[in-house]
Nanobody, 122 residues
Framework: QVQLVESGGGSVQAGGSLTLSCGVFGYIYTSYCMAWFRQAPGKEREGVAAIDSDGTTTYADSAKGRFTITQDNAKNTLYLQMNSLKPEDTAMYYC????????????????WGQGTQVTVSS
């Protein structure tokens, strides 16, 4: 059984930065894709960024140039560094994991964390 646990959310002013973390617990295969999603109240869930087991990254247009997804395999931890935050980045952020063989911030991910709230004030 795989468990994902996010942390690092909080409140920040526009232009600020936050780094989210996602700890991965349990056995995972050597080939995987991990991603960050977000969902704001009243809006659909949106993919933000993804990274595969080879370190290849993919970003949504809204994240390009501002967000960076990384992973520390030794610590079994996924990160999302968020810079130049905007009020429209306010959302619950989730990490997700799939072994399905594709890797982009979309599609079906069977494993999800509980989420961490990010609030950006203007």
């Amino acid at each position: 059984q795989v468990q994902l646990v996010e942390s690092g959310g909080g409140s920040v002013q526009a232009g600020g930065s936050l780094t989210l973390s996602c700890g991965v617990f349990g056995y995972i295969y050597t080939s995987y894709c991990m991603a960050w999603f977000r969902q704001a109240p009243g809006k659909e869930r949106e993919g933000v960024a993804a990274i595969d087991s080879d370190g290849t990254t993919t970003y949504a247009d809204s994240a390009k140039g501002r967000f960076t997804i990384t992973q520390d395999n030794a610590k079994n931890t996924l990160y999302l560094q968020m810079n130049s935050l905007k009020p429209e980045d306010t959302a619950m952020y989730y990490c997700a994991l799939t072994f399905a063989g594709y890797c982009y911030p979309g599609g079906e991910f069977p494993y999800w964390g509980q989420g961490t709230q990010v609030t950006v004030s203007s």
